[in-house]
């Protein structure tokens, strides 16, 4: 396999990734973002704790789904995750209810 070819590979499944994330992103409540990982989640339970002078997030996500183009199961039930950097956590504005009338937006 050439250089090209993984690259055009590796390109493939993030559009792959992308896509399935548009398909799932309006069943989630919350987008979690970390230095390593992002998520969609229903629930977050985000404590600030510290340890000899550490201070560190940690959070409890449930019903996830992981944005990793590696990982085959990317629907998780539940997933601890501990980080010392920040954690950017957003709600997102659900629009499984919104409709367009018939005669239009007037």
Known sequence: M?????????AELELQ???EYKDVANLFNYVVETERRFY???????????????V???LTLTDAWVWDVY?????VQSVRIVTF???NIEELN??????????GLN
């Not at 659900?94 to 005669?103: E, F, G, N, Q």
Request: glycine letters at 4%; hydrophobic letters at 30%; proline letters at 2%.
């Open 2 to 10: 050439s250089a090209e070819d993984l690259e055009n590979y590796e």
């Open 17 to 19: 990734l992308y896509r």
């Open 40 to 54: 969609l989640a229903n629930n977050v339970d985000l404590k600030t704790r510290s340890a000899d002078g550490e």
């Open 56 to 58: 560190f997030f940690d």
């Open 71 to 75: 990982r085959t199961g990317r629907f």
């Open 85 to 87: 950097k920040d954690v």
């Open 94 to 103: 659900r629009v499984d209810d919104l409709s367009i009338p018939k005669d």
